[in-house]
């Protein structure tokens, strides 16, 4: 759809916050991914981990988060 306006991605950065499993070797993995199926370059896609020591449904291992922000900028 922003291709469509005229945009596209200019990086995207994540975080995914859980206690369990842990996710170092899977990040590489993920970040591919995502590259891949919004056509992005190696790089534009950051993925990063963390844990909430103690605090909330997240450190009990009752649930994962995920936060991303993408930048979106006037294709060239």
């Known amino acids: ?4 306006k005229g945009f596209e991605v200019g ?3 994540s975080t995914i916050v859980c206690q369990t499993p842990k996710l170092l070797g ?14 992005c370059a190696v790089g534009q ?4 981990a963390k844990t909430e020591e103690g605090l909330g449904f997240t450190s009990r291992s009752e649930g994962i988060k995920a ?3 993408a930048l979106i900028v006037e294709k060239r």
Not at 26 to 39: F, Q, S, T
Not at 45 to 48: A, C, Q, R
Request: hydrophobic letters at 55%; glycine letters at 4%.
């Open 1 to 4: 759809m922003i291709e469509e």
């Open 11 to 13: 990086n995207i950065d």
């Open 26 to 39: 899977y990040i590489p993995a993920m970040a591919a991914n995502i590259e891949k199926a919004l056509g």
């Open 45 to 48: 896609v950051n993925v990063k």
């Open 67 to 69: 936060y991303a922000v």
